[in-house]
């Protein structure tokens, strides 16, 4: 598993997720000669009728950009004076329910919803904020907290330091300002600079300066960051993300973790968490239903490609082998092909 994480030589101009506009390496396509009251009818006749025509829901939510399902949502309910949301979650249930509705939830209070769930109850669930944290662009990050602020009248970020605490609770808040430098120019000076800075802070010393490693960590630029890897490396003799392996532990060094990958490569990040969300005895439903929907109109293609290069077997068996009936058929459906041959 490390050799992909620790190839560096051609990070710096490769392409990212960051970067990449929506709907180019997606596998959900806008439907074209699209008509929302059709689909609206369509929904409503096979949520109305007797027994719930599960295919029709399938077929036309997942054919749909999400931007096309929001259209769906308001001639439905115009149609109906019901909301497909409410309709969907009486209609159906279990894994398949859920997966429904967060194809009907506009992506920003998708995510907004999945932080407030992982902020919920007695302990929080700190790899749901990691992943949400580590890999959304500033706007992204800033059309969440929009929406939270929307639906609880708070700041998330207030909320947010009531929940963690510590180094890991000051570089999780950074983040979620959602002010990460957003040049594309590098500056390969300050790169060599902050490598050092990192290299001191950590491997040279005793003890850890985590506070270097959050600042430069949260605040660089992607392209920025990738050149400073490389010159981590360079320094070093090891990866930054194995120094940060060596020197931290707990929430803290899983966030900072999670933040390489992603400068490295969204998709390679997104492969791994999908895999882990199906090894083993059960299935993490909620995150792979996460992951499928969230990154369907940005990078499915190369994360499908990215699991294939990592477990040799398609993103498509391991749902079609882990999952089962209207769920499985569903996930596929937003999955796409099947890369195996």
């Known amino acids: 598993m490390a050799t992909l994480w620790d190839d560096l030589d051609s990070l710096v101009n490769s392409p990212s997720s960051f970067a990449a506009k929506g709907g180019e390496r997606g ?24 027994g719930t025509t599960e295919k029709t829901l399938i077929d036309v939510l997942t054919h749909r950009s999400s931007a096309q399902r929001q259209l769906i949502c308001e001639a439905y309910q115009e149609a109906t004076g019901r909301t497909l949301l ?28 999945e932080v407030m769930r992982a902020m919920k109850g007695a302990g929080t669930s700190d790899s749901v904020l990691i992943e949400i944290f580590a890999s959304r662009t500033n706007q992204q990050i800033k059309a969440l907290c929009d929406v939270y602020l929307e639906e609880t009248e708070k700041k998330l970020t207030l909320d947010l330091k009531t929940e963690v605490s510590g180094d890991y609770c000051t570089a999780l808040l950074l983040l979620a300002e959602g ?22 802070a950590g491997e040279k010393k005793w003890g850890t300066d985590e506070s270097k490693f959050i600042d430069i960590l949260c605040h660089r ?22 120094s940060i392996e060596g020197e931290m532990s707990g929430e803290l060094e899983e966030l900072l973790v999670a933040v390489v990958k992603c400068v490295k490569s969204v998709p390679i990040y997104f492969a791994e968490r999908l895999y882990e969300s199906m090894k083993g005895g059960g299935t993490d439903e909620s995150t792979l239903n996460r992951i499928m929907v969230s990154r369907s109109e940005i990078d499915l293609l190369d994360i499908r490609a990215e699991f294939k290069k990592l477990y040799s077997y398609s993103l498509h068996s391991a749902i079609e082998s882990d999952c089962h009936g209207k769920y499985e058929k569903t996930l596929l459906k937003i999955c796409g092909g099947d890369d195996e041959s």
């Open 179 to 200: 002010k990460r430098d957003e040049s594309t120019a590098v500056d390969a000076h300050k790169a060599k600079e902050d490598a050092k800075t990192l290299y001191d």
């Open 86 to 113: 409410d309709d969907l979650k009486g209609d159906t249930n279990g894994d398949f329910e859920d997966l429904l509705v967060a194809l009907v939830t506009p992506p920003a209070a998708y995510d907004c919803h």
């Open 221 to 242: 630029s992607i392209p920025q960051l990738r050149q400073t890897l490389v010159e981590y490396k360079n320094i070093s003799g090891k990866t930054l993300q194995e």
């Open 27 to 50: 596998t959900v396509k806008p439907k074209a000669n699209f008509d929302a009251k059709e689909d609206a009818v369509a929904l409503r006749k096979a949520i109305e009728g007797l």
